[in-house]
């Protein structure tokens, strides 16, 4: 299926296992390069190297709970990806927003 996403760059939380290494893995092979965090870099090495695609993927570990951590993850992401980037989120607990340096944009 083409979601017309081919070249956009996207966050996802979660990205070593479950719903988002599966979201990873179907923005991939859209061609979205992917950046994937987790709190686990060990279990996210793995799961950056195993997917494949059009898109390209790397890990960035982070528990985006901690102050700091979102922001150091968005950073990495935007320097190594550049432009503005999609974010998917599979966290149950609430991230911390203050100080965030971004925009949350609603859809709908």
């Known amino acids: 299926m083409d979601l017309g996403l081919t070249g956009?760059?996207?966050?996802v939380t979660g990205g070593s296992?479950?719903?988002?290494?599966?979201?990873?893995?179907?923005?991939?092979?859209?061609?979205?390069?992917?950046?994937i965090t987790a709190r686990d870099g060990g279990r996210l090495d793995v799961a950056a190297k195993?997917?494949?695609g059009p898109g390209r993927c790397m890990g960035v570990a982070g528990d985006l709970g901690v102050n700091g951590d979102l922001?150091?993850?968005?950073?990495?992401?935007?320097?190594a990806l550049g432009?503005?980037?999609?974010?998917?989120?599979?966290?149950?607990a609430r991230p911390r927003w203050e100080g965030l340096r971004i925009r949350p944009m609603r859809c709908g």
């Open 8 to 11: 956009k760059k996207a966050i």
């Open 71 to 79: 922001n150091r993850v968005i950073d990495s992401a935007t320097e």
């Open 50 to 52: 195993s997917i494949r």
């Open 83 to 92: 432009g503005r980037l999609i974010f998917s989120s599979t966290m149950l």
């Open 17 to 35: 296992l479950g719903i988002g290494y599966a979201i990873a893995v179907d923005l991939v092979n859209e061609g979205v390069d992917v950046v």
